[in-house]
């Protein structure tokens, strides 16, 4: 059986409850019983020391003594115990909440008046006595010769004759009579009562908790309702304000922390509606990159192939070169997309090792000297003394200025330059700009620079797979890349590397 939060706190709540009344009437009964036991104990601790003084008992003693004499009997120690029985006979029938009976020295019972077979022990424990002589708190419970294991309340006291020590006066004060008694009003009223204050109290207790809990749980069963509609409904999550300034519990903890979640849940929502329009754009750009160079592969071998026969070989070489140039750009474009789904895909983690950025610009320099001299561009590098050493995949790195050198040639004019800049920075940081001084990018396309490829779009042609495999091999570094703002120059990228 599957139950809810609340049910499962209601149903604990009602075991514990059930629980705790019943120990507390367990507790509240025995309480009773033993301010019962202190209050007769109390009240009759004169009783037996009244029954050991009483002269009728001593002048019974003798004449049983004087009736009885038998030379060849051992000493009795003055105790007549059939005298004893009449006399604990009468003074039980005055008073039948008591049991009274004869000890001796040693705690043997002497004297009694139980029916017969009613007496189930010949000897009574004599430390609680003394107890009780000695005046210790109240109540003290002795040994009840009518019960095998039995202890009741008791009152005792020395019985003498003459100075001579001669045995005990014990008195039961609840006696079976007793016993019957009080179970049968306990039944009928005392234990009624207790158990209908207990039901009244535990009743209005369940009440009370019951409502406790719903107000407890009530911002759990609102986030509840929240979620279940997370699974049923594909749109932003929406989530109640919590109160500002209200109590700071566990539960109002929890419930800011899930607005939280259900804020960060949003962003990624939008990110991943975000991400999912820049994956659309990216197919359609690269489908527009590819149409126009495979469109004019096509058309090229297609008239290489019908007129063959008729082409001189300076127009069929010209045919030849331009459809390989297509050829090429087809390749480019489709390395470029292989090696940008590697880096996406986490096929490729960088290998980091110290290097000189020096010596790394100049390999660059030397591979973009012919293209730069053909445009007029110049190529221009700052670098501080020392040449700072950093600490990176040398190969990514090279790929991320290789790209960003020829995105600045290409739109960069004829006579304008293209440089690089390397700055030490605080924290163990170098940081690399490369600038030039062409159109720069216009603002509508500087959101999705970074994000996707952009289609061409009047005189200016930028991002293409270029930067986008730039920024996720600096991501992969730990950083990125950012597009500066720089009065007097065009597009100038920056980004940080760490310094060996």
């Known amino acids: 059986m599957n139950l809810t939060l609340s049910q ?90 008591v049991e009274v009976y004869l000890l001796d020295l040693n705690g043997r019972i002497v004297g009694h008046a139980a029916p017969p077979g009613r007496l189930k022990r010949d000897h009574v424990d004599l430390v609680p006595i003394q107890r009780l002589l000695n005046k210790e708190t109240l109540p003290i419970q002795g040994d009840d010769p009518r019960s095998e294991h039995g202890r009741k309340v008791f009152s005792a006291a020395v019985l003498r004759s003459g100075e001579q020590k001669v045995g005990y006066i014990y008195v039961i004060l609840q006696s079976e009579e007793h016993d019957r008694l009080l179970a049968r009003a306990s039944a009928s009223s005392v234990l009624r009562t207790t158990l209908l204050s207990m039901s009244v109290v535990a009743g209005l207790v369940l009440i009370a908790g019951l409502l406790a809990f719903r107000l407890i749980t009530r911002p759990l069963r609102r986030l509840a309702a929240t979620m279940r509609q997370i699974d049923t409904k594909a749109e932003q999550l929406v989530l109640p304000a919590p109160k500002a300034g209200g109590p700071r ?76 140039a297509q050829s090429r750009k ?126 061409l779009r009047g005189e200016y042609r930028v991002g293409g797979l270029g930067l986008l495999t730039v920024n996720r091999i600096l991501q992969l570094h730990g950083g990125g890349i950012e597009l500066a703002d720089v009065p007097g120059l065009g597009a100038v990228f920056r980004f940080t590397l760490d310094a060996a």
């Open 330 to 455: 087809v390749g480019k474009l489709a390395q470029g997309l292989f090696e940008l789904a590697r880096l996406e895909h986490g096929a490729v983690q960088p290998e980091l090792e110290p290097f000189s950025l020096s010596d790394l610009i100049q390999d660059v320099f030397q591979k973009f000297e012919l293209q730069a001299a053909e445009r007029q561009v110049r190529l221009m590098a700052t670098l501080p003394h020392p040449a700072p050493m950093v600490r990176a995949d040398l190969g990514m790195i090279e790929r991320v200025l290789t790209n960003l050198f020829d995105n600045g040639i290409r739109h960069t004019p004829e006579g304008g330059t293209v440089e690089i800049t390397v700055k030490p920075l605080a924290e163990r940081k170098v940081e690399v700009s490369v600038a030039d001084t062409g159109p720069g990018v216009p603002a509508a396309m500087r959101d999705s620079l970074f994000r996707r490829p952009v289609a």
């Open 8 to 97: 499962r706190l209601s149903v604990a709540f009602c075991a514990l409850l059930l629980v705790c009344c019943g120990a507390s009437a367990w507790l509240q009964i025995r309480a009773n019983i033993m301010r019962e036991q202190e209050v007769v104990q109390g009240l009759s601790l004169g009783l037996a020391r009244s029954i050991a003084l009483d002269a009728q008992l001593m002048e019974m003693q003798a004449q049983s003594d004087d009736d009885h004499a038998d030379p060849t009997a051992p000493p009795s120690d003055g105790l007549g115990p059939e005298a004893v029985r009449r006399l604990f006979g009468k003074l039980m029938r005055v008073n039948p909440s």
């Open 249 to 324: 519990d566990e539960i109002a903890i929890l419930e800011h922390s899930f607005a939280d979640m259900g804020e960060r849940i949003n962003q990624q929502w939008q990110a991943m509606r975000q991400l999912d329009q820049d994956r659309r754009e990216v197919v359609a750009n690269i489908s527009h990159d590819l149409r126009t160079p495979l469109g004019s592969l096509h058309g090229y071998l297609e008239t290489l192939s019908l007129k063959d026969a008729t082409l001189e070989a300076a127009e069929r070489q010209r045919y030849l070169d331009i459809a390989l």
